[in-house]
């Protein structure tokens, strides 16, 4: 069954650098884009940066352009979010998630990593 | 990109029928049929409900239903049940160079 499995989640100071992964199985990876959500505690969920499936073309969400880049490796099943510059509103729950094969949903969510953004 | 509209909250009692709205423009909703929704329960990732506005995935009961008219779409939840009692959340594909928008999000009560 598909497995999305979030790590790198920790505590780190303002203005400082971090990066996720998310360990995909179940599925082949190289066929299906990739998305980060996140979700600040008590709060609504954002849609953070898509990946298509080979990795040439990346978006953001505006809020993080510049400071945050999404990766893949397909040869080792896995994503990433490398996340520069850190505020504390930045402070969320993390998710992995895959994009649907033939549509823009997205139909498999990972559990998430937490990223606490705090002096 | 602003997030869609949603109502914060909703409530009604066991088996009555509620109605969460998702409004945005026509840069997104209004645009396209991309509009999806899901289920969050307390403590839990969320859930795909409903893709291309009405579309259940495989597993979805039927009591949750789909529809748009300009730029709301919305989503229904016939024969309410205490185990519907979440936050639900909708998304679009949106025309801009941020190519994905959540809702504010709906928590539904069961009274």
């Known amino acids: 069954q598909v497995q999305l499995v979030e790590s790198g989640g920790r505590v780190v100071q303002p203005g400082g650098s971090l990066r996720l992964s998310c360990a995909a199985s179940?599925?082949?990876?190289?066929?299906?884009?990739m998305h980060w959500v996140r979700q600040p505690p008590g709060k609504g969920l954002e849609w953070v940066a898509v990946i298509t499936n080979t990795g040439n073309n990346q978006y953001y969400a505006d809020s993080v352009k510049g400071r945050f880049t999404i990766s893949r490796d397909n040869s080792k099943n896995t994503l990433f979010l490398e996340m520069n510059s850190l505020r504390t509103d930045d402070t969320a729950l993390f998710y992995c998630?895959?994009?649907?094969?033939?549509?823009?949903?997205?139909?498999?969510w990972g559990q998430g990593t937490l990223v606490t953004v705090s002096s | 990109q602003s997030a869609l509209t949603q109502p914060a909250s909703v409530s009604a009692s066991p088996g009555q029928s509620i109605t969460i709205s998702c409004t945005g423009s026509g840069s997104d909703v209004g645009g396209y049929n991309h509009v999806s929704w899901y289920q969050q329960e307390p403590g839990k990732a969320p859930k795909l409900l409903l893709f291309?506005?009405?579309n259940r995935p495989s597993g979805v009961s039927h009591r949750f239903s789909g529809s748009k008219s300009g730029n709301t779409a919305s989503l229904t939840i016939s024969g309410l049940q205490g185990g519907d009692e979440a936050d639900y959340y909708c998304?679009?594909?949106?025309?801009?160079?941020?190519?994905?928008?959540f809702g504010t999000g709906t928590k539904v009560t069961v009274l």
């Open positions: 998304s679009s594909y949106t025309i801009t160079d941020t190519p994905y928008v």
């Open positions: 179940g599925f082949t990876f190289s066929s299906f884009a």
């Open positions: 998630a895959r994009s649907a094969y033939a549509g823009y949903q997205i139909d498999y």
């Open positions: 291309e506005v009405s």
